[in-house]
Each structure stands twice: as C-alpha cells, then as structure tokens.
C-alpha cells in the first residue's frame, strides 16, 4: 500500500501533540521502572545482609575514605554534567564537549575504582560464591557499576554527536534525558553508599 | 412434540448423571470435608462459614443475570424498558459499594480471629501429654523422628488419638509440603529453616499424607500413612519398634539422603540424638556442611 | 578425539546427546522444527518473502504488530493445547500400576511449559496484541509514543518465544513448576539447561513487555486526540492504563528474580540455595510480588474489552463509568499488597497471614462491582446477543465461581487445606481463562471485521463457544473436588484405592471437548474467510460507540486522515447521532519508516540468549549487536516519513469508497 503513494520526506514536525514532552515522560517512566529494579535489589540486600555464612562482613571488608573518594568523584560528575546542560541550553557546543569529557573522566575513574576494589575482594577469596551477603553485595553495586558504564557509552555517543551535529531540538532533548539519568545513578548511589557501605561499617 | 421430548431427554440425562456422581461421591473418601481431627475440624468449619457468606452476593449475581439476559434480550418479543442513556445512580452504585464492603468487613473479621486461633505453631490444649514428632523431607520420602521415644520411620506415623501430636518440619531436598489433610493444613518443609505443625486426632483411622509441592521426580510418590490409634496400641507399637534391628545412624541416615522413589515404610530404632538440628545445620555454615553432631 | 573434545568446548554444554530421543518428543521436536520449514517452504514457493519482509518484519505499524503479537499467541496455544492433552491423559490413565504415557520427567517438564506459554505467550500476547491494534485508535492517535520501542518489544517476545521451543527440539526444558521455585531450580538439583531456558525466555519476554508497558502507559498518557480528556477515555483504555502502570511496577521485580535465579546457576552466587548464606524464601517473595500483579496485567484488559462489548452490544451506555474507573484503580493498588497469599503456608505470623488475606478478600469488592456495572449496563439494554456477548455472560459465570473459591482461599486457615491442590489449580483456570482468554475470545470477535472487512461466522462462533462453556467445566468442576480429596498439583502418577481415576476421566473429557471448540474456531476463521466476499460487514457492523469504528476498513495505515473532535464520551456514538464526524481539517502526516533494526536486536538477543543456556561464551558476543543497533538507530535523523495534506485527502477518499 505504502508504496504506491507518493511520500515527501520533509523533517518539519508536525504538533498534533508535544513530542518531546512525550519522549521525557517515556524516559521518566523508564527511570520509574529502573528505581523498581534497584528497589528489588536494596531488598535482596537486606534481607542477606547478614547471612555471611562464616565469611567476611562489610565492617571487615570495606574501606570507608575509599569508598568516599568514590562518592566524591560521582557527585562531582553530577556537577560538571549540570555544567554540560547549561552549556547546551546557551548553544555552546565547545563547551558541551568540554564539560561532558569532564563527566566522562570523573565517572571513568569511579568505575575504575570500583572495579579494583571488586578485585581485591575476588583476589582475597571474598567473591560473590563466598556467602548471600557477597552475592547480594557484588550483584547491587555491579549493577549499579553496569548502568555508569551506560551512561559512560552514552556520554562518548552524545559528544560524538554533538560534535557532529550541534546542538539542535533534538540534542538537546537527549543531553537532558542524559543528565536525568547520570543524576538518577547519582541518587542510587547515594542509597548504596548509605545502605551498604555506611551502615555495613557502623554495623560492626 | 420433539420439543417435549427433547426436554425429557435432557432432564433423564441430568437426572442419571447426579445419579451416577452421587453413587461416586458417596464412595470416595472426600478429606478435606471429612475432617478427623481438632485442627482440619475448624478449617472445614470455616470453609463452610465462609461460602455461605459468599453466597449471599454470588446468588442474587446470577439471578441478576438470568433474569436480565432474558429480560432484554432484543429478539420479537422484547418488553423489556429501554434506555439507552442511563448510565448512573448513585444510590444503585452506592448498593454494590457498600454490601460487599459490609460483607468483607465481616469475612474480615473471621478471619482475623481464625488466623490467629489456627496458626499451626499455637499448641493445642489438652489434658493428654503431646507427642513430638520431627519430620525431614527427603528426595523422595518422608523421615520421621520420634525424639523421645527414641525411634525413626520413612512414610509412617503413629500417634494415639485425642494426644496433641506436635511436628518439627525441616527439608534436606527440595521445598516440600506436608499435608495431612483430614488432620490440618500443609505447611512447608525448607531445607536448612525449621516450621511447626500442631495437630489431633479425634477419631481412630488410617489417613493419607503426602507433599503439596512439586520437589522433583519422586514427588508424586511422597505420600505417607497416619495412623490414629488407642494410647496403648501406641505405646506397644512404640515398643516393637524400638526393638528394630534396624537402626538409625549417621551411616544409614547419608544412605537415605540418596534419591530413591516410592520408598516402601520403614521403622528404625535408636535413630542418633540431635540428628534433626543437624540436618538443619548442616545448611548454616561452611564449617558443618557435612553433617555433625 | 581431541578436536571433538576441543569443539565440545566451543559449543559449551551442546553436544548431540541433548537431541530428543524418546519418540514422543522427537514427534514434539519433529512438529516445532516441520512448521517453520513449511512456512518458509511456503513463502518460497509463492515468492512472498519480500512482501513478508517489507510489510511485516520491518513494520512500525502497531496495527500488523498487533497481528503479529495475535498469530504468534494463537500458535503458542495451539502447543499449550497440546500439553494440555498430553497432561490430561496422563493424569487419567497413569493410575496404580499402570505409570501412564510420560516419565515423571517428561511429565513435569509439560506441566511447566504449558504454565509459561500458556501466560507469557498466549495471554499477554493476546493482550499486546490487542493493546497494539486498539488502543492508538480509540484515543486518536496516529501511532504509538515510541514505533521503534512497540517493534522491539514484539521482536523480544517472538525471541523467548523461538527459545521456549527450541528447548524442546535441543537439551529439555525446567520441570521446576511453572514459576520454578528454587532450591529445586538451582544447579544441584536441576543439573541440565532445562531451567536456564526458562529463565532466559522469560527474561526476553520479560523486558520485552516491560518496554511495551512503558510505550502504552506513554501513549495513553500523552497522546490522546484533542478534548478527550481520561475521563472521556474508553473504558478499555482506562482498563489498559491501568494493567500498563502494573507492567512498569511489576516486570523489573521479574527481571530481577530471574537474573539472580540465573546468578546463581551460572556464576555460582548464593541467593536463592539452601546453604551458602541464600534464602529461598527471598525468590518466593520476588516471584509473587511481580506474579501476582501479572494476573491483574493480563485481566484488567480483559475487563476492558467487556466494558467495550456489553455497552456494544447492549446498546447502552456504561453504566457507572466514574465507579469503573476507581474500581480499576483499587484493584490497582491493592494488587500490589497481596503476593503473599500464594504462600501462607510457609510459616509466616498470623498477623502477616491475616493482614495479606484480608487484604486479598478487598479486591473483591471493587471486582464486584464491574461485575455489577455491566450487569446494570445490560438492565434495560436491547442485548443482542451475538458470541462476544455470550463470551461476556459465560465469563460472569465462571469468574464469580471462581472468585468465590478465591476469597475462600484468602482465608488463610483454609487455604492451608487448599493450597498447591487442584481446587487452586481449577481456581486460577476459572479466573485466567474464565477472566482472561473468554475476554480476548470477545475482543477478537468484535474487533475482527475493523481490521478484515468481515464478520467471523456466527453459527461456528456458537459451536465454538458452547464446546468451549461445556469443555470447561468439565475439565475444571471435577479438579475443584479433586482438591477436595486431597489432589495435589503436578502429580505424575496416584494410587487407586484414593479412588480419583474417575474425576480425572472426566477432566480429560473436558479437556477433548474444549479441543473440539478450538477446532470450530479454526474452522470458523477458515469458513469466514472463504465466504468473505458475502459477508462484508462496513465500517461500523455492530453499531458501536467508540472512535476506531468512525474509520474506514480496514483501517488506513496512518488511522486518522483527519484527527476526530472529541467533546464526550462515547464519541462516535454521539457523532452519529448528531451527524457531526470530523471537523478538523487534513494536515500533513508524519510516520515512522520501516525498518530491520528491531528484528535485528531480537534476533541477536536470542544468540545471546541461546549461548548463555548452552554456556558458548564466545557466541554470546553476539548479544553486542543489539547495543551497536541501538547506537547506530539513535545517530539516523531519517526515521520518519511526511505525507502530505493533500496526499492524505486524495488517500483519504480512496479509503472512503474501498479503493484501497
């Protein structure tokens, strides 16, 4: 059917209703359903926590000032991702870029120092086989570790096209979609930080 | 004519068939409605209780709809009212907001009481001494533990009747579900957890048990008999089967722990003291995952 | 010898010992690997394949989504069907010393996959399906929030799909139940990939449906025509909303339990084992908590669909609209603080217990009072009662019955003599079939002719229908006595002397006689089709009331050449009425452009798929694919189309007088 007509490509747009807000409220949703799923875990968490079975607890494994270093280089990212949209808003792609490989960097190295960190448990015969709490543990924060390295895919993507097409409508709308969701991981972060790490050392 | 006839045909039909059911279900035993002990007694009680209630909604629906679909039904003889805009009342909505509400509000409140009253870890009052019996679920029997009698089965109970019989129930397999319906309700046997069961018998008979939840290929065949008997064909049955040859212990017990299918019974004596909390513990800590005692 | 060993590591657990060898399953295998050749045969032959490729397998439009979601759902039943019989006889004639047709293996592993197919694939695929082709219509719309998302949540179900039965051509499938609670799931008792193909399908499908709940919650929420505001929505549109918002809470729960289900299998964790520190009950509680919204995702549209039929086909409006939709929403709400009552026997306080059943017993109110509402709304209607009302009556009967045995079960004390019985197997039937499949039977029959042109037979509809009735409660009265006696579910084999045999005849009688109405539903589809020409049925067949029927049939590709003036409910019903259909002027259209990508992610997640099951490492690479995909698709700014004003009137009228 479809062929037989004549088709006019044209990328005027066409309101019968507000697209991007339908395309926000769509990843709002999605950042909804996320929270469910980190909701589930935190649950697992805490109903594991204290089945160590004879291995280690989080008061014995973790490093507070290094977990806090961490934190420090996440929500300093936050910011400098806050500083990429006011950049994009004004239209200065420069500095977009700029400020996004700022992100990049700063959640490249709380990747790093949390993988490293998840190595030293492993080498030290603490993995996730070793008891619930580990399982629990590795499977909360890895998940967390798995969406920043999305987000890291994702920023690299986004400055890819915003070097190659500017700041647009659209771009703009998924440089806000981006930021909805590096401060969505900013704000679980916060949660494992407390749950998990704060409450696991005061715990001993 | 063939109207009449079709009619006839129809209700001899109907009529054999009750007739046939009837003669069936009068022959089979029916256990959840044929309850033989204190416990299942109240469950079916309840039940009962409970449909009744129902009942007073469920009827006046399919009255309501019998009557409507025939009422207005649009064929040559419609005479029904028709008014195709009416779509609110509040009184009428506000009927079938509240009726149901007032009626669950009363369920509600059965059901509370009768939660707490039938909690299966509540003991049973009376003036008869309890029997303590542990169960193991295994792949695919049954184990029972008689810890102060000091003797062991596979698939067999005994307890005398009117004596408060009072399960330990722990799993070294797969969940299962141990139910003994003319006694009491199932409740679940986890491996490494303890739950409680309390039950009584209050008439003499041989009733079947089995498990309520799928653990693998020898589920279908993890039935067991209990049998209610007098105080004193208990107590000699306790005593020839402390006189077993058979004995219980560790050896013997790793041998059951080997899948095996529709485990014919067995009566063990002298089974080893605190087996029970070690086939518990052994899923506690790395340190006992043999099994110690 | 040491290159067969080196290509057994290649391929990871795969080797030919895990193809079928017993004859019933290599018929069973034979089956699932002869029809797609036949179809592909088929194709070839009458050279379709590049038709089938550019207007099906590249499509966006919800409407052949749809069509497709149907299909594939009425195949899967079609092999649930199939389980059904094979359990049916077993459980007739396995008795005393007789062991029956089936191993206790084979058994348990077609208990479980007609449980998993029959929900994931055959209820929610009619449910999407029937989402995808109403839902953009009733509300106005052109097109879904998100085209590309709604084809990859196809493609993701049609993926789990493909791997469910692949598990019965290579390896096995889980004979853990069909929601395969662990220890009995883990690696140490279920040792072969029988449940890793659970998991993984499930999971497919899973966040297939968790994308498609996300889009449908989107498009309701956002893109309703003009002036229809959500109290003007059709009420299966508030129905739809409703089941989309429990999709978007529910299915990450799933998600969840299944990755860590599979943790444990494959990397060793301890979750859900007994020992290592895991807590099998954890799965149990995740499980339920996504579980038991599922059963309010697949019945809320259901219950939509009757509000749409009985107001059709009573001639009447709705009765108690601003009721049905709180109802709705309290089943909503409340579907979420009830999981635990599918297991009040594992130990837990009697304030838990009690406080879960009473909050179970709530959920009846509101469900009874749709049941009123449509009971009021055919009071003083003129029922034409054609099948999809008979459908909706035949519905009114079983799931009051088979609500009455739900409350009873809420009870806690009583549902400790009920639970894993067969009353709570012919319970959950006479809800989800009763509830569910009577609903989208409904549906399917009143919508049909919007999208063919023509009305299904009748006279087979009714044949179908009443083998259907009478099948059922054949099938299904006996198991509520059955779990009378002490029947449990799953059970491979019984004594004789618990004197059962002759209920479980009966069951399978009931089961045959059902076979029989599928059998008049095909025939029924067939004979329409043949005698289409005859039986052209207009645009607007059965009178109705909502806006899909104000469009021409079958409908356009790009649904509304002119977007309709919506002031109340009922708009198309009004408009009739008033003579006043479109007062909008003809605007240039903008469309989603087909395309591959979506298939290709499905299909490349199935690879993945597959070699995590089989434990082929390298192959699961594969699965990369879909995330390069999905690069690629959001760097292309030419993914939509424009038609112009004009173009559209000319299309318009062709569509208005059947050229098209």
Redesign the interface.
């Known amino acids: 059917m479809a062929a037989e007509i004549e088709i006019h490509n044209t990328n005027r747009l066409i309101e019968s209703y507000d697209r991007d807000a339908t395309t926000i409220l769509g990843f709002w949703v999605y950042l909804m359903t996320d929270c469910v799923l980190f909701a589930s875990l935190f649950a697992v968490f805490a109903v594991l926590r204290n089945n160590t079975f004879g291995g280690p607890s989080g008061a014995t494994l973790f490093s507070l000032p290094y977990v806090l270093a961490e934190t420090f280089s996440l929500l300093t990212s936050s910011f400098t991702c806050g500083l990429a949209v006011l950049s994009a808003q004004r239209g200065n792609k420069k500095h977009t870029i700029f400020w996004f490989g700022v992100t990049f960097l700063l959640g490249l190295i709380f990747l790093i120092m949390e993988i490293s960190e998840f190595h030293k448990f492993v080498k030290m015969g603490d993995s996730w086989q070793r008891s619930g709490f580990l399982s629990s543990y590795f499977t909360l924060v890895g998940t967390h570790g798995l969406h920043i390295t999305i987000g890291l895919i994702w920023i690299a993507v986004m400055c890819v096209y915003v070097y190659k097409r500017g700041i647009g409508q659209t771009t703009l709308k998924r440089i806000r979609m981006l930021s909805l969701f590096w401060h969505f991981l900013d704000v679980v972060w916060i949660f494992i930080f407390t749950v998990v790490y704060l409450f696991g050392a005061l715990h001993a | 004519m063939t109207k009449i006839r079709k009619k006839l045909v129809l209700s001899l039909f109907i009529v054999i068939v009750l007739i046939i059911s009837g003669d069936?279900?009068s022959?089979?035993?029916?256990?959840?409605?044929e309850p033989k002990g204190v416990i299942?007694d109240?469950?079916?009680r309840?039940?009962i209780i409970?449909?009744l209630i129902?009942?007073i909604?469920?009827v006046p629906?399919?009255f309501?709809?019998a009557f409507?679909?025939w009422r207005?039904?649009?064929d040559n003889n419609?005479r029904?009212?028709?008014?195709?805009?009416?779509?609110?009342s509040r009184l009428?909505?506000g009927i079938?907001?509240g009726i149901?509400?007032l009626l669950?509000i009363v369920?509600?409140i059965?059901?509370?009481k009768?939660?707490?009253?039938?909690?299966?870890?509540k003991p049973i009052a009376s003036q008869n001494p309890t029997i303590t019996i542990q169960v193991v679920s295994m792949d695919w029997k049954w184990l029972f533990i008689y810890p102060k009698q000091h003797i062991a089965t596979i698939n067999y109970i005994e307890f005398p009747v009117n004596y408060p019989v009072h399960f330990y129930i722990t799993?070294d397999?797969?969940?299962n579900?141990f139910?003994l319906?003319?006694l009491?309700?199932?409740?679940?046997a986890?491996?490494?957890?303890q739950?409680?069961l309390y039950l009584m018998a209050n008439v003499k008979g041989t009733f079947?048990g089995?498990?309520?939840?799928?653990?693998?290929?020898?589920?279908?065949?993890m039935?067991f008999s209990a049998v209610a008997v007098n105080a004193n064909t208990f107590k000699s049955w306790v005593r020839r089967t402390s006189d077993s040859p058979e004995t219980l212990s560790l050896s013997e017990y790793k041998k059951l722990q080997k899948p095996s299918l529709y485990v014919p019974v067995r009566f063990f004596s002298r089974p080893v003291v605190g087996l029970f909390n070690a086939v518990i513990n052994?899923?506690?800590?790395?340190?006992s995952?043999a099994i110690k005692l | 010898m040491s290159l067969f060993n080196n290509l057994a590591g290649i391929l990871g657990k795969l080797s030919l010992k895990q193809f079928p060898h017993d004859p019933l399953t290599m018929f069973g295998a034979g089956l699932i690997v002869l029809v797609p050749i036949v179809i592909i045969a088929i194709l070839t032959v009458t050279k379709r394949w590049r038709w089938l490729y550019r207007e099906w397998l590249t499509t966006q439009d919800p409407k052949r989504i749809g069509i497709m979601y149907i299909i594939v759902a009425i195949a899967m039943g079609l092999r649930g069907l199939s389980d059904v019989l094979l359990i049916r006889t077993q459980q007739a004639i396995s008795v005393g010393s007789s062991q029956g047709i089936l191993s206790a293996s084979h058994f348990q592993q077609i208990v479980s996959a007609h449980g998993t197919i029959m929900i994931f694939f055959v209820a929610m695929g009619l449910m999407f399906g029937i989402i995808n082709l109403i839902v953009p219509l009733q509300i106005g719309a052109r097109d879904v929030a998100f085209p590309f998302l709604n084809a990859t949540s196809f493609w993701l179900f049609f993926s789990g799909m493909v791997l469910i039965n692949l598990s019965l051509v290579i390896g096995d499938f889980s004979a853990a139940g069909w929601l395969a609670y662990p220890p009995l799931s883990e690696l140490k008792y279920s040792p072969t990939v029988g449940v890793d193909y659970w998991i993984w399908s499930l999971e497919i499908a899973g966040v297939g449906s968790l994308l498609a709940g996300i889009n449908f919650l989107v498009t309701i929420l956002k893109m309703r025509v003009k002036g229809m505001s959500l109290m003007k929505m059709p009420m299966f549109c508030w129905s739809v909303l409703g089941s989309m918002f429990l999709v978007a809470f529910a299915f990450p729960i799933l998600t969840v339990a299944l990755t860590l289900l599979a943790f444990d299998r494959d990397l060793g964790t301890h979750f859900f084992t007994s020992g290592g520190g895991g807590n099998m009950m954890m799965y149990v509680n995740l499980i339920w908590a996504w579980g038991h919204p599922e059963v309010y995702i697949l019945v809320l549209p259901a219950f939509g669909v009757f509000s749409e039929v009985v107001s059709a086909f009573s001639r009447k409006k709705l009765f108690g609209y601003t009721s049905m939709v709180w109802a709705i929403w309290a089943i909503v709400f409340l579907s979420f603080i009830v999981w635990l009552h599918h297991f009040f026997t594992m130990g837990a306080g009697s304030n838990v217990n009690a406080f879960f059943g009473i909050m179970t017993m709530i959920i009846a109110v509101p469900t009874g009072v749709k049941l009123f509402n449509w009971l009021f709304t055919m009071y003083r209607g003129k029922l034409d009662l054609k099948t999809p009302l008979l459908w909706f009556i035949a519905f009114a009967v079983v799931f009051t019955i088979g609500g009455m045995a739900g409350v009873l079960m809420a009870v806690p004390p009583i549902d400790f003599q009920l639970h894993n019985s067969l009353f709570l197997v012919a319970h959950f039937h006479m809800m989800i079939v009763g509830g569910v499949v009577f609903g989208y039977f409904a549906g399917i029959t009143y919508w049909f002719p919007k999208f063919f042109g023509f009305k299904l037979n009748e006279r087979l509809g009714r044949y179908a229908f009443w083998c259907w009735l009478i099948g059922f409660l054949l099938a299904f009265i006996p198991l509520y006595i059955l779990g009378f006696m002490g029947a449990t579910r799953r059970l491979n084999h019984y004594s004789a002397s618990l004197g059962w045999q002759p209920l479980f005849v009966v069951a399978g009688i009931g089961a045959v006689v059902i076979a029989v109405g599928v059998g008049f539903q095909f025939l029924q589809l067939i004979f329409s089709i043949l005698q289409r020409h005859q039986n052209t049925s207009g645009d607007d067949p059965w009178d109705a009331r909502s806006l899909e029927w104000s469009l021409p049939t079958p409908v356009p590709f790009y649904n509304y050449a002119r977007l309709p003036a919506v002031t109340e409910r009922d708009a198309f019903w009004i408009a009739k009425r008033t003579h006043q259909i479109d007062t909008r002027e003809y605007e240039p259209i903008e469309l989603p452009r087909n395309t591959p990508l979506s298939m290709i992610i499905g299909v490349s997640i199935l690879i993945f798929a597959f070699a995590i099951v089989w434990h082929i490492w390298w192959l699961a690479a594969v699965g990369l694919l879909a995330a390069v995909v999905i690069i690629i698709r959001s760097m292309d700014e030419n993914t939509t189309y424009t038609i112009s004003a004009n173009e559209v009137m000319k299309l318009d009228k062709l569509y208005r007088e059947g050229e098209v």
């Open positions: 069936y279900l022959r089979v035993s029916i256990p959840v409605l299942a109240q469950e079916f309840l039940l409970i449909t129902m009942l909604v469920v629906v399919f309501l709809l409507i679909v207005y039904r649009d419609h029904g009212k028709y008014t195709p805009d009416w779509d609110h009428i909505e079938w907001w149901p509400t669950i369920v509600a059965i059901t509370w009768a939660t707490y009253a039938l909690n299966p870890y799993s397999a797969p969940m579900s139910w319906p003319q009491s309700g199932q409740i679940y986890m491996a490494g957890m739950t409680q079947i089995r498990s309520a939840n799928i653990s693998g290929i020898g589920f279908a065949g039935q052994q899923y506690m800590t790395p340190e995952q």
